[in-house]
């Protein structure tokens, strides 16, 4: 009963995409370079410039980014968007050069058979370095939030600080959100409970940088989730008391190594990063466990325009870890083509690499493929299963100057599986 049950009910997971807005910083907005040109002609004596006068106010550009009116995608995952995520650390001494405040407002189309179809809305806004300071890459602030036609609703914010010439970096985070959807408990053909799941969190991290592009720091998240019955709904939950009410607290230590070229467009140089979170009753926590992640991310540059990114990653979750907080596939861009939450574990492995073209000044099509390995304790088997998938994308630079791109891919996996993803920004 417990295996047909989870077989919907992870179809919509909604503290973990919750959690994983806040839980960290998995994908990159966009590069921060400067579009290639021609060589530049011989310079000439030119005045010097003069110096604004005093109390002028600098004009940030908005780009706004609409989509077209027909497209309307089938989503991997309920939540579109991630605010935190968006929110991406740079590399220490970065070379890149400053740019201007910019805001990106980005609507971006939703559409899950468990939530329904609706819209949601990122919005993020950079904050250039000052002239004195050479090492710091932009304060960043992100925020979006999705609703659909089943009364589902999600919504969150974030701001990711460096502070010191980029000796210290701050992140702090919230969301919450409720989703409607249906609890079955006799199998896919038979019949389903309506139920209602809210959940909210809170994340807070500082990381101080070592030299040698190494940082390492704390991090502190808290969250609750409940689950009940709709408005008119009828007829038991059959989940254990205990995950019907949940709170989650967890502090964790940080590490990373970060020698990217650039923050938001890598071309050259590698992202590692681990994350050891634990659980415990103590902290405040219904649940006492240990979460592990390891990420290393390398990026190569083919030519001119064209980059080669791959990532290799595993999760290990402790034996008294709640369904909704263990290892999973179709989340954090990992696996694109498998919805989130039908295969997960105590542990996954994986490793995907993907092609990124930039074909024209604002245009940047990609294809990946990638593959995992998980024993999927709430999936089709109780074997362990290699599953492969892969896809196609294509980007547009809403902001040129930070290369701040909105994205959507089509991903494919193994037995039928696929997907549409709507994000901001790279998936790694």
Not at 54 to 61: C, D, E, K, N
Not at 320 to 347: H, I, K, Q, S
Request: aromatic share 8%; with cysteine.
């Amino acid at each position: 009963m417990a295996q047909a049950l989870t077989q919907r009910f992870r179809r919509a997971l909604v503290l973990p995409a919750l959690l994983l807005l806040l839980g960290g910083v998995a994908s990159p907005l966009a590069a921060q370079q400067e579009v290639p040109g021609p060589a530049a002609p011989v310079a000439t004596p030119s005045p010097a410039p003069t110096t604004a006068p005093a109390g002028t106010t600098h004009r940030s550009p908005v780009r706004l980014t609409l989509p077209s009116p027909d497209m309307k995608p089938e989503l991997g995952q309920p939540l579109p968007l991630n605010p935190v995520d968006v929110i991406e650390a740079a590399p220490a001494g970065g070379a890149t050069k400053a740019a201007g405040n910019e805001l990106v407002i980005a609507p971006l189309p939703l559409s899950n058979p468990a939530i329904g179809t609706g819209l949601g809305l990122a919005v993020v806004y950079t904050i250039a370095r000052q002239q004195a300071d050479s090492k710091s890459p932009p304060t960043t602030l992100g925020g979006g939030g999705f609703y659909t036609d089943n009364d589902s609703w999600a919504g969150g914010a974030g701001v990711k600080l460096y502070l010191k010439e980029d000796r210290y970096r701050v992140t702090l985070g919230g969301a919450l959100g409720k989703v409607n959807y249906e609890l079955f408990s006799a199998g896919p053909d038979g019949g389903g409970i309506p139920i209602k799941q809210e959940a909210k969190g809170l994340l807070g991290e500082v990381m101080v940088g070592l030299g040698k592009r190494w940082y390492a720091g704390l991090r502190a998240s808290y969250g609750t989730t409940t689950v009940g019955l709709q408005r008119g709904g009828s007829g038991a939950i059959p989940l254990p008391p205990g995950q019907l009410d949940v709170t989650l607290a967890a502090l964790g230590l940080k590490g990373e190594r970060d020698s990217r070229d650039s923050v938001f467009y890598p071309t050259a140089g590698s992202h590692t990063e681990f994350l050891v979170s634990l659980s415990d009753t103590a902290l405040g926590s219904d649940f006492t466990y240990t979460k592990t992640t390891l990420s290393y991310s390398d990026y190569i540059k083919l030519g001119e325009p064209v980059v080669l990114a791959w990532q290799a990653a595993g999760c290990s979750a402790g034996e008294n870890a709640p369904f909704f907080d263990l290892c999973l596939f179709g989340a954090d861009n990992m696996l694109r083509g498998y919805t989130a939450g039908r295969y997960l574990d105590r542990w996954t492995v994986g490793a995907q690499a993907e092609v990124r073209w930039r074909f024209a000044h604002r245009w940047i099509t990609t294809a990946f493929a990638g593959v995992g390995d998980v024993k999927p304790m709430y999936g089709p088997s109780d074997d362990t299963e290699v599953l492969p998938a892969g896809g196609v994308g294509l980007q547009w630079i809403a902001a040129a100057a930070s290369m701040i791109t909105v994205r959507i891919d089509y991903a494919v996996g193994k037995d039928g599986s696929d997907g549409f993803y709507i994000g901001i920004g790279q998936a790694f």
